[in-house]
Every structure is written in C-alpha cells, then in structure tokens.
C-alpha cells in the first residue's frame, strides 16, 4: 500500500513557476514507476509527466514539455514537477501516482497506476 500526498499547488501568473511535491509512504517507493496527471474542469485526467523507479528515465506530454521538469529522491520519498513558464491552460488540478515498475519503463497511461493522491490545485491566471 502507499499514500499520496501532494503539495505546492497555488495561484501563479502567466509566465510564473511552480514547484509540486508529492510525499509517498511505505518503504518500497523506489519499486514504483512515478507520474503526475491533471484534470481541468469538465475535461479527462490526463499524464503530464512520468518517471522511472530509478529516475533515470522521464516521459511528458507535448503541451508541457520543455516547461515542466519531473524528478524524485528514492531516499526522501517524494516526487517533485517544477512548473515553468506556465500558461493559463496549464489551469488543473494536479494528482501524483504510483505504479508497480515494469523494468525501467516510464508508465504514461492512467489505468496503469495503483495508487493516487488526493490533488493540488493549480491556478494560473492571465
């Protein structure tokens, strides 16, 4: 079993960044492959980012890439998006993940994930 907790979300202007964290429990977080999705009102959750058990292998959607940047300690427990240059449809509430790590593949589908956080809200506004 592991717990999800997000935190870091706020409002923030067009063009401003943002730091989310996400604190897992449980001593096997280095055996999950990692990601972070979102969900905008009336829309679908969507992956922005993924990462490998080891770190060593990131993924991320188009519309985020290049601003966004995924990365996670194993030895603190936490996973971490720094938002950059952030645009208003960047807009979501955001949720972390945890998957059983497949080898060192990064997960990007949703049904793919075991365990989910409760959601940071994110707010930029224009």
């Known amino acids: 079993q592991v717990q999800l907790v997000e935190s870091g979300g706020g409002l923030v202007q067009a063009g401003g960044s943002l730091r989310l964290s996400c604190a897992a429990s449980?001593?096997?977080?280095?055996?999950?492959?990692m990601g972070w999705f979102r969900q905008a009102p009336g829309k679908e959750r969507d992956i922005v980012a993924g990462?490998?058990?080891?770190?060593?292998?990131?993924d991320y959607s188009d519309s985020v890439k290049g601003r966004f940047t995924i990365s996670r300690d194993n030895a603190k427990n936490m996973v971490y998006l720094q938002m950059n240059s952030l645009k208003p449809e960047d807009t979501a509430v955001y949720y972390c993940?945890?998957?059983?790590?497949?080898?060192?593949?990064?997960?990007?589908?949703?049904?793919?994930?075991?365990?989910w956080g409760q959601g940071t809200q994110v707010t930029v506004s224009s």
């Open positions: 993940a945890a998957a059983r790590a497949r080898g060192p593949a990064v997960i990007m589908k949703g049904f793919q994930y075991d365990y």
């Open positions: 449980g001593r096997t977080f280095s055996s999950y492959a």
């Open positions: 990462i490998s058990w080891s770190g060593v292998n990131t």
